[in-house]
């Protein structure tokens, strides 16, 4: 499923989410399965997804009307990024290898030179650069290099690969957001289940465990930074966004409209400050979600 959620604090929807004097609205935009990421555009107009099988991008409007797909073939594409300056949308195709960025209109992608060995699951972009998370690939043998898990950050327009964490314990870090400050936040699955790491000093260590995380595990900041919303599924094996406090590591969920479905995955914030988010999952479709 993707959904753009407008989250303007951490309590729980009221039960009838289509009624504005109740709570939350909720509009269906478009129907989908066999998703993974969805990243909205800077304004939250757009939203931006992976299709069926990550083998192409599509988009629809806030609106509910189609806004194209790309004639590019991709051979999984998990993670989306949109540039908060000018709309560019990055993508990572851990199958292909490489970050790539292609145009609103969905044109013929280019490959950002530097990334070719990297195969990411996900990426969040700030002032100019991008980071990433995944593994290295030995391009000699097309085999993933032992223990190479990481976090790095490259600027947009290519060039040489900064390492931020050399180490992430987890064997497939899916999700990425990075704060203002340049804490870097990356998902994965730990040794205690779904967990959250802070890597920006090299060091991974644990925001948040215990948890079942989307595939990708998506994760985006609130628009002042002082939570971190996880797609994640329940106890019962229903979608949820959990909110962890970054000040005291307290959480809330959310589930809302999403809690119908048993299956969750990408989550990216429009930019600014503003509160509509892009929520994919993979057995439903895309919705507008006003608080």
């Known amino acids: 499923m993707l959904l753009l959620l407008a989250l303007s604090a951490c309590s729980k929807p009221a039960a009838d989410d289509s009624a504005a004097s109740a709570g939350p609205t909720a509009t269906l935009l478009a129907a989908g399965t066999n998703l993974a990421d969805a990243a909205p555009s800077p304004d939250g107009s757009t939203i931006y997804y992976t299709g069926p099988g990550g083998t192409t991008l599509m988009a629809v409007r806030a609106d509910g009307t189609a806004a194209g797909s790309s004639n590019a073939v991709f051979l999984g594409a998990r993670g989306l ?14 199958v292909a290898v490489g ?3 292609i145009g609103t209109d969905l044109g013929s992608p280019r490959t950002i030179p530097g990334t070719e060995n990297y195969a990411a699951n996900a990426m969040d972009i700030i002032g100019g650069t991008l980071y990433l998370t995944g593994w290295l690939m030995d391009m000699s043998t097309g085999d993933q290099v032992p223990q190479s898990t990481g976090a790095w950050s490259v600027p947009v327009a290519g060039g040489d690969v900064s390492t931020i964490a050399a180490s992430v314990p987890s064997q497939d870090p899916s999700g990425i957001a990075v704060a203002s400050d340049g804490s870097v936040y990356v998902a994965g699955s730990g040794d205690n289940g779904g967990t959250v790491w ?34 994640a599924l329940d106890a019962s094996g229903h979608a949820e966004v959990v909110i962890v406090s970054l000040a005291d590591g307290s959480t809330t969920t959310w589930n809302g409209t999403i809690g119908a479905n048993t299956a969750a995955g990408g989550l990216h914030r429009a930019a600014g400050d503003s509160t509509q988010y892009a929520w994919c999952g993979v057995n439903a479709g895309v919705y507008h979600v006003g608080f």
């Open 99 to 101: 970050m790539s960025s």
């Open 81 to 94: 990024v949109v540039d908060p300056n000018d709309g560019t949308l990055y993508v990572a195709d851990p």
């Open 198 to 231: 802070e890597v920006s000093t090299g060091t991974a260590n644990v925001v948040v465990d215990g948890l079942t995380l989307g595939n990708p595990a998506g994760i985006a900041l609130n628009p002042d930074e002082s939570a971190l919303l996880i797609s």
